[in-house]
């Protein structure tokens, strides 16, 4: 079974401060990951994915996430963050069964402070 | 082209009245999902479609809830005799056909808010 672990519910921090976003995830088979952001009263947005090749991955916004096979670890990574990065953001995990499969941590609140 | 749209945004229903929740995915994508998401956590799978056929109603949370795709294209979820457990807020998402990862990736509307009074 594959599983989802988002280890901060909420992580506050000063504006131009880095940020780190933990996620650890656990499966049986090989899967893909994702991390995407929701600002409120919209749906998801991708915000980058590791599908293979390089563990460090950028996406959007100035994000990148590193892939640690060995820790089963995924976190999202910022070196300077913005008021409008206040959002929520979700990791997860899609593997291929017969069709994409995905689960979703329970999400981490970030708030940006000025 | 235009994103994943879906109708009503806002849904107010009296406990015990049927709603029907509309998606309108990305034009040719194949893949598409319903998923829950409760105040304050993660999206939950609900269903998946590929073209008209639902191939996994695993995460249905019950016999009130019902999804379909008649021609592949627009999606409904209907949820009869409605509770007050099933406020959420109830996201539609598409992909695009194939089975490598680059297939994986999910577009998102914007969500419709049920509130079951």
């Known amino acids: 079974a594959q599983s989802v672990t988002q280890l901060d519910s909420q992580v506050p921090v000063f504006e131009e401060a880095p940020v780190e976003l933990r996620c650890n995830y656990s499966s049986s088979v090989s899967v893909y990951l994702f991390w995407y952001v929701q600002y409120p009263n919209q749906g998801l947005q991708l915000l980058l994915k590791y599908l293979s090749g390089s563990t460090l991955v950028k996406g959007i916004n100035g994000f990148e996430a590193e892939f640690n096979k060995s820790q089963t670890s995924f976190h999202l990574r910022k070196p300077s963050v913005h008021i409008s990065d206040t959002a929520e953001y979700f990791c997860a995990v899609t593997w291929y069964t017969g069709g994409f499969k995905t689960i979703f941590g329970a999400g981490t609140r970030l708030f940006v402070k000025a | 082209g235009a994103g994943v749209s879906q109708s009503p945004r806002y849904k107010v229903a009296k406990r015990g009245q049927d709603v029907a929740l509309r998606c309108d995915p990305i034009?040719?994508?194949?893949?598409l999902f319903w998923y829950q998401q409760a105040l304050g956590q993660g999206p939950e799978f609900l269903t998946y479609?590929?073209?008209?056929?639902?191939?996994?109603k695993s995460g249905l949370p019950s016999d009130r809830f019902f999804a379909e795709r008649p021609e592949g294209s627009v999606s409904t979820l209907k949820i009869q005799r409605t509770q007050q457990e099933d406020s959420a807020v109830y996201l539609c998402?598409?992909?695009?056909?194939?089975?490598?990862?680059?297939?994986?990736?999910?577009?998102f509307g914007p969500g419709t808010r049920l509130t079951v009074t």
């Open positions: 998402a598409s992909s695009a056909a194939g089975t490598s990862g680059s297939n994986a990736e999910q577009y």
């Open positions: 479609f590929q073209n008209e056929a639902q191939l996994d």
């Open positions: 034009s040719g994508h194949v893949s």
